[in-house]
């Protein structure tokens, strides 16, 4: 009988939808030689889905260890897995039985330095819209992150002794001769960032960072709801204290005293917590929200925001004044996005000859759940009265709305992963720092949320033009089992 058939009638056996009597007859062979092929395929299931597989020891390829795969795999190492130099000395030396010093481990990374600095230096930034500032800080020193917020690209990360305008104005001087000449930054209320931009490109507005305005007022609403809290359960531990001393017939006006002058500490303290937790929601979802009114409301809205604030400030002077202070100094650049909004909205109007009221409102409906109840009612209405040119518009502004950047979270990403790498180690030094930013913008992304990144690298995405893998910009033969 050959093989096929063997496989065919060992499968029709263990599968058991067959009695062994009918499969002989079928095939005109032996019972008993039924029972040998099931037993053979029974066999091969059993090792199949054993735990224990038999090839564990088997020779899968072999790789041929060299001193520049050496050099590869260490800077892997370093750079892929985020090891310590002392970390790859034990590798190589428990799983290779390669004994290295951490001084040459140290000499290897540094050999690719200035070639990783001069490719760094070579990048054309004039790709850069918006850049994302923020500084982050390892042992007590402020190392500068500038990064593009489309392509995620790092054009800046610089380790200083200081953090003020001269240094951040002397960075962004020397990205000037790599073109850098964005149309706006964003960052956080830093004075350094802010002071040294409008010395360098005075030209070039410098948005605000709404995630970190919520932040601030966040912080309020937690600490006052909080208090309030507190003020309940005193309130509540007199009340029980009052009830115990009349179960006993004493009288006490003092005690009395006491839990009304709580009562009354509590029901300002809610009061407080209510309305402030009120005016958080108002700035975060009609001020500073992508979808919303015009820039002169947002202004009129923020700043009626802020007089709430103020003359609630008595009630609290240490936790809301520096709220009220904080707000006031930014609003003009919190709100730069709604004013840049603004003009992108005039020109989708003109374009598709459409009021720009009819524009805002296509904008304030895509913001709304797509299973929202109140969407469709709205979209309906604007369908009806744009006709075919609904669609088009809708996606135009779908595009317009990814393009607006109201905070510098790509930023804040980055310094997440930069810590990973930064935690290893005491000291950074500009030629780690050199390498680390080459090796981030030209590994390519393995996933993303947006599908466009996915098996890019960020300058890739900065430049539209492909590169080779980043081991072999640094001069390397990648090693292929082929």
């Known amino acids: 009988m050959p093989p096929r058939q063997r496989q065919e009638l060992a499968v029709g056996a263990v599968a058991g939808v067959q009695t062994v009597s009918r499969l002989a007859r079928q095939h005109e062979v032996s019972r008993k030689f039924v029972y040998r092929q099931a037993a053979k395929a029974q066999e091969a299931l059993l090792e199949a889905f054993s735990p224990e597989q038999a090839g564990d020891d088997e020779v899968l390829f072999y790789l041929p260890v060299t001193k520049a795969w050496l050099r590869q795999l260490i800077l892997g190492l370093t750079l892929i897995c985020h090891s310590s130099i002392r970390g790859v000395v034990e590798l190589l030396r428990d799983l290779f039985d390669f004994p290295i010093s951490v ?7 540094q050999q690719k330095v200035e070639q990783a600095r001069a ?8 790709g850069v819209s918006i850049g994302a500032h923020d500084e982050i800080f390892q042992h007590g020193q402020p190392v500068l992150v500038g990064v593009d917020v489309a392509s995620t690209y790092c054009y800046l990360l610089s380790l200083e002794a200081h953090r003020d305008a001269d240094t951040w104005g002397v960075r962004l001087l020397e990205l000037e001769d790599q073109d850098f000449q964005p149309d706006a930054t964003i960052a956080d209320a830093g004075l350094g960032i802010r002071a040294g931009q409008a010395l360098a490109m005075p030209q070039v507005p410098c948005r605000g ?3 970190h305005a919520f932040q601030t007022v966040q912080s309020l609403v937690t600490f006052l709801e909080n208090r309030a809290y507190a003020a309940i359960n005193t309130h509540a531990k007199l009340e029980r204290k ?3 001393v009349r179960r006993r017939g004493e009288r006490t006006h003092t005690l009395a005293r006491k839990r009304n002058s709580a009562g009354q500490a509590a029901d300002q303290a809610i009061t407080l917590a209510d309305d402030v937790s009120l005016l958080n929601d108002w700035l975060r979802h009609d001020v500073l929200s992508l979808a919303g009114p015009d820039h002169a409301t947002r202004r009129e809205m923020f700043d009626f925001i802020v007089a709430e604030l103020r003359t609630r400030e008595p009630l609290c002077p240490h936790r809301v004044g520096p709220v009220v202070r904080a707000l006031s100094n930014q609003r003009d650049d919190l709100l730069a996005f709604a004013a840049a909004l603004d003009e992108d909205l005039t020109t989708l109007a003109a374009e598709f000859q459409v009021p720009v009221e009819v524009v805002r ?3 304030n409906v895509e913001a709304l759940e797509p299973e929202g109840p109140a969407r469709w009612p709205a979209e309906a209405v604007l369908r009806e009265r744009l006709g075919n040119r609904y669609f088009p518009l809708s996606e135009s502004v779908g595009e317009l709305a990814r393009r607006t950047v109201r905070a510098s979270s790509i930023v804040e990403n980055l310094n997440s992963r930069l810590r990973s790498y930064f935690f290893l180690r005491r000291h950074l030094g500009p030629d780690y720092l050199a390498l680390l930013q080459f090796f981030l913008n030209h590994r390519r992304f393995l996933r993303s949320e947006r599908p466009e990144r996915i098996g890019k690298s960020p300058a890739e995405l900065l430049t539209g033009e492909a590169h080779g893998h980043w081991l072999e910009l640094l001069g390397y033969t990648r090693f292929s089992r082929n």
């Open 119 to 126: 490719c760094n230096g070579r990048q054309n930034l004039s």
């Open 242 to 244: 009052a009830a115990r």
């Open 103 to 109: 001084g040459t481990v140290h000499g290897i990374l």
């Open 361 to 363: 409102d296509v904008l």
């Open 209 to 211: 960072d709404v995630f």
